[in-house]
Every structure is written in structure tokens, then in C-alpha cells.
């Protein structure tokens, strides 16, 4: 049974950058997509994008242009790093996983499943 | 981008009682829709997915239905532990929205 692990929680200065890891657990990215959602402080769950395993990726366009995503060459460890930090970037982020529609993965199957434990990010002043 | 309505944003019921949550897509989304649970301080859970088909460990009083625009997630006997906040989303293209959730109390 795969477990997303992910990195400890942050406290950052706006105008930082911060990067977050995954790790999957008893499995690997392969056939998957990572995909990154965050949930501010009373606000539903927001999703910033997404990498496969090919290294391809799309982001929100909210995020575009801040927002980097990585995976590693075992395929078991993902990144997302965020760039110009604001203090509304406050937030839980999580990572997850979603099973590929097909080979190029650019279209997915099921829901996100599972999730990681979600890293706190704190910007302040 | 496809925005998804989710009603209502809280409600309240007793044990064995049958609630319903519904989510409306802004464009036809097919069965791309997924149902996730959301308790305080835990990771998110999928319920549903692919708008009816239950998640693998996800007790069979979760029933989802639906197709195109209009869905709804109906939990057929409230248990205590069901006590927690219900998402919808859809995965038909990017960007994959969420409902701005549904808060249930027992």
C-alpha cells in the first residue's frame, strides 16, 4: 500500500522561495502523475498542477511563472517549489498521486489517491 | 475553466440518517467527477470516483451518481465518524476544480 510522505513544515519570508518533497512509499510514480493542491485557512482545496514521470508538467494558471515541479530518477520522490512567497501563499499543501489515462499521461484515470500527510507553509513578516 | 457548485455548504443529521450532497459542473464533464472526505488534521480520502464507482476500503453507505453536469453524493446511514468536510472535483481538464465543500455534523 503506497504512502505519499512529505516534507517538514516551513515559515518563510515573503519574497522567498520555498520547496516542498513527496515521497512515495511502497511504490513509484510510474503510470501516475504527482499532482500538488493546497488549502488555505477556511478555503477549499485549490489544485496548482501537476508532473509525470516523463518530466512533463502543467501548472494553474494562477501559478504560472512561480511555480516549479520536479521529480527525481527513481521516480519516488517529487518536488514542487514555489518562488515570490505572499503572505497568501499561507497554506497546507499536499501532494498526490493519479493514475495515467495512457502512455503520454497528459489525461488521467480515477481520482487523486493517495494523499500526502501536507506540509504547512507559513509566510510572515 | 469548469466551475463546480456544491450544495449545500453544510448541513446536519443524526445517526442512520440519509443525507445528500449535490455538485453541479458549469459544462458537461462526463464521469470525471470524484468525491473526497476531509476530516481536521487527516489527509484527504478518496470516496468516489468516476462520478458512481466506489473507492477500494470506502464503506458501501457512500454512493455516488450522476453524469454530465449534475452529481450527487449520497451516504445512506450516517455513522458518527462521517462527521467531516465533503469535496467534489472534477478531472476533465485542466485546471481540476474543486466545490467549495460541504461541512456535515452528526
Known amino acids: 500500500q503506497v504512502q505519499l510522505v512529505q516534507s517538514g513544515a516551513e515559515v518563510k519570508r515573503p519574497g522567498a522561495s520555498v520547496k516542498l518533497s513527496c515521497e512515495a512509499s511502497?511504490?513509484?510514480?510510474?503510470?501516475?502523475?504527482v499532482h500538488w493542491v493546497r488549502q488555505v485557512p477556511g478555503q477549499t482545496l485549490e489544485w496548482m498542477g501537476w508532473i509525470n514521470v516523463k518530466a512533463d508538467t502543467k501548472s494553474s494558471q494562477k501559478f504560472q511563472g512561480r511555480v516549479t515541479f520536479g521529480m527525481d530518477a527513481s521516480a519516488t520522490m517529487a518536488y514542487m517549489e514555489l518562488n515570490n512567497l505572499r503572505l497568501d501563499d499561507t497554506a497546507l499543501y499536499y501532494c498526490t498521486r493519479i493514475y495515467c489515462a495512457s502512455p503520454s499521461c497528459y489525461k488521467f484515470l480515477g481520482g487523486f489517491d493517495p494523499w500526502g500527510q501536507g506540509t504547512q507553509v507559513t509566510v510572515s513578516s | 475553466d469548469i466551475q463546480m457548485t456544491q450544495s449545500p455548504s453544510s448541513l446536519s443529521g443524526s445517526v442512520g440518517d440519509r443525507v445528500t450532497i449535490t455538485c453541479r459542473a458549469s459544462q458537461s464533464i462526463s464521469d470525471y467527477l470524484n468525491w473526497y472526505q476531509l476530516k481536521p488534521g487527516k489527509a484527504p480520502q478518496l470516496l468516489i470516483y468516476a462520478a458512481s464507482r466506489l473507492q477500494s476500503g470506502v464503506p458501501s453507505r457512500f454512493i455516488g451518481s450522476g453524469s454530465g453536469t449534475d452529481f450527487t453524493l449520497t451516504i445512506t446511514s450516517l455513522h458518527p465518524e462521517d462527521s467531516a468536510t465533503y469535496y467534489c472535483q472534477h478531472t476533465y481538464t485542466s485546471p481540476y476544480s474543486f466545490g467549495l465543500g460541504t461541512k456535515l455534523e452528526i
Open positions: 511502497g511504490d513509484t510514480f510510474n503510470k501516475y502523475a
